[in-house]
């Protein structure tokens, strides 16, 4: 058992010239460190970096400079053993659709060296909920069970960590809550690590104990979801009226706005300005109150803060 389950330092990848397009740089030093058993949360727009990242975690592109360690291995002394200890689930439908799934997955566990007699083909069939379809070729599958049989191969060879890349993109929402109990079986049950990516940032929100975000190669942010989500002190308490009033209030350090539905919203700084006083603004403009609730930011409000500056 390893504190961390991947340590990142200094990772730089560029592409090489291409055509008449210069040099690319993907990946700008980064430094990162994955804590074994945890689930976490890979964010960023198109073209961050992730996807590059999550290619030399697997061993699919070569980096440029930097050290990787999986599990403990270093990726440059330990090759085999570092790719052993993850498993990727890709975004790409990469399946021969002349293999079964029971044959896909032999396959893939052949392919990491797994002895016979260790194979957990039908468990894992059963856990995607392929086991009625284990003798069926993948090109009769429907899309979402060739999502599933991604997640079967990416777990062949018991890897400690699992990567999901955009695991729920365009699928439906059976198979988005039957892929998220999966994970969190397998992270509670069995310790195992996850790395997740997914642009459904609610997704994120839910499932991840800790972010890192990236943006033009490098990491702009990385803490615990609780302690992002708290960056931004904007709170908005929505007054629905027993009647809609002539006029709107107005307070230093509190905007008001109408909505389409004739609530009245209240957009406040937590720090400066408690939801009490928010309330006595009410009183005194004499808005009797019908209903009311707040509103916290969420996730996509601190992404999108992080990644304007950033980019700025």
């Not at 194979?119 to 003798?135: N, P, Q, V, Y």
């Amino acid at each position: 058992m390893t504190t961390d389950a991947i340590k990142i330092t200094g990772l730089r990848k560029t592409y090489g010239v291409s055509g008449r397009q210069p040099p690319k740089v993907a990946l700008n030093g980064i430094d990162l460190t994955v804590p074994a058993g945890a689930v976490f949360g890979l964010l960023g727009p198109n073209g961050a970096g992730k996807s590059t990242l999550i290619n030399i975690l697997a061993g699919l592109v070569n980096k440029t400079a930097g050290k990787v360690t999986i599990w403990g291995f270093d990726q440059d002394v330990n090759p085999r053993q570092s790719r052993a200890a993850i498993g990727v689930m890709p975004q790409e439908l990469n399946l021969d659709p002349f293999f079964t799934p029971r044959g896909a997955l032999d396959v893939q566990a052949g392919l990491y060296g797994v002895p016979r007699a260790q194979r957990r083909t039908d468990e894992i069939l059963a856990m995607i909920g392929l086991s009625d379809k284990a003798e069926a070729y993948a090109r009769t599958l429907s899309g979402g069970m060739r999502r599933r049989l991604l997640l079967g191969k990416a777990l062949v060879h018991h890897p400690h960590i699992l990567v999901l890349d955009e695991p729920t993109a365009g699928v439906d929402i059976e198979l988005r809550q039957m892929l998220w109990h999966n994970v969190r079986r397998l992270n509670r049950d069995r310790g195992m690590t996850i790395i997740l990516t997914t642009h459904y940032l609610e997704e994120a929100e839910e499932m991840c104990d800790e972010i890192a975000i990236l943006s033009q190669g490098a990491v702009i942010a990385r803490d615990s979801t609780a302690n992002l989500l708290g960056q931004i002190d904007t709170r908005t308490m929505v007054i629905t009226p027993e009647s809609p009033p002539t006029t709107l209030p107005a307070a230093t350090g509190i905007e008001v706005a109408n909505r389409s539905d004739g609530s009245l919203a209240f957009t406040y700084h937590a720090r400066r300005t408690n939801g009490e006083e928010v309330l006595e603004l009410v009183r005194r403009s004499g808005i009797r109150i019908r209903d009311v609730r707040t509103e916290q930011a969420d996730l996509q409000d601190v992404f999108l803060n992080l990644t304007r500056a950033g980019a700025a």
